[in-house]
């Protein structure tokens, strides 16, 4: 079987997180109630995004179009800053900072006509970090233009991942010469076959010296990349044990949340029985009185019924 429909899975990632669990579940019981067990199986794998993240897949859902512009700025800008073009550079970096603070305008504005709570309460900042990571990331990018992102994104910088400016010297260039110094008297220009195995020789060192300068740089980029890897693998273990302690706290509101319904509708129901038995009492209380006078006239009644008999004895 196929599997679940692109637009379920657009229309599940559209809801809001507090609604996102019961969404998919209803969805699940759908495809299990249709025999779709493939799709019922995926569907249930989805996870629920943070509030920041569904900020910003209901910006990739009802602006693609926006999305689209922000994905194109960040090739652009990734390539100025490969070839170093400063001018350019500058010139998408102000238009950076404009198209990211329009496109936070628009997430509050889809925000507010999705029911979220008043911007101030909503993660903004956090929507507006995960724009500039995708402005410098392409993973990011592509993980914001899905619509499924999970969690918000971060990135420390500007451009894509910092790297060492190294420089590779080949025979086909030279170092930049070193300043020139102050000369306090003329210096004779060298001369004769003495001064060129001198030259010869500095040369020779000041290309050894270059080499090892070189290996010692790659065995430093060799391990500033071992740690990148580490620090890239920590970060994504610590991200996922963070949005599985966000789901799992999620869920027990959600818990509390239905606990604390049953518990006022208990109440509800406790004080509408008092009721019911405070008013029964008083029914038998007044039952109990009316009885009893009703007692009080029927005895009055005999005796007066006694009294009469022994008249009439006494009359014959």
Do not use: C
């Not at 669990?21 to 699940?28: E, G, L, S, Y």
């Not at 005999?302 to 004895?313: H, M, W």
Request: proline share 6%.
């Amino acid at each position: 079987m196929p599997g679940p429909s692109r637009e379920l899975v657009e229309r599940l990632y559209a809801e809001p997180p507090d609604r996102f669990v019961t969404a998919r579940d209803a969805a699940v019981a759908e495809a299990r109630q249709a025999g779709d067990r493939t799709a019922a199986r995926e569907i249930a794998r989805l996870r629920r995004p943070t509030v920041a993240a569904w900020l910003v897949n209901l910006l990739a859902l009802r602006r693609p179009e926006l999305v689209a512009d922000l994905v194109r700025l960040a090739e652009s800008l990734r390539s100025a800053q490969r070839e170093l073009r400063g001018p350019r550079l500058r010139e998408l970096s102000a238009q950076r900072r404009a198209v990211v603070g329009a496109l936070v305008a628009e997430v509050r504005a889809l925000a507010a006509d999705a029911g979220a709570p008043p911007a101030g309460k909503l993660p903004l900042g956090e929507v507006e970090a995960t724009l500039n990571a995708a402005l410098s990331d392409a993973d990011v990018a592509e993980q914001v233009r899905s619509g499924r992102l999970l969690r918000a994104a971060h990135y420390a910088g500007f451009g894509e991942v910092p790297r060492p400016q190294l420089r590779l010297v080949t025979g086909a260039e030279e170092e930049e010469p070193p300043p020139p110094r102050a000369a306090t008297r003329a210096e004779p220009a060298p001369a004769g076959p003495a001064q060129d195995r001198a030259a010869e020789r500095a040369e020779r060192a000041a290309a050894a010296e270059r080499a090892k300068r070189r290996r010692a740089l790659d065995r430093e980029l060799d391990r500033a990349r071992g740690d990148l890897a580490r620090a890239e693998a920590e970060l994504t273990g610590a991200a996922t044990a963070e949005q599985d302690g966000a789901e799992l706290l999620a869920d027990l509101e959600a818990e509390l949340a239905e606990l604390e319904r049953r518990r006022a509708a208990a109440e509800q129901d406790l004080s509408r029985a008092k009721l019911a038995r405070r008013a029964a009492e008083r029914g038998v209380t007044a039952a109990r009185r009316r009885a009893g006078e009703v007692e009080a006239a029927l005895e009055e009644l005999t005796a007066e019924e006694g009294t009469a008999g022994d008249r009439a004895d006494r009359a014959h």
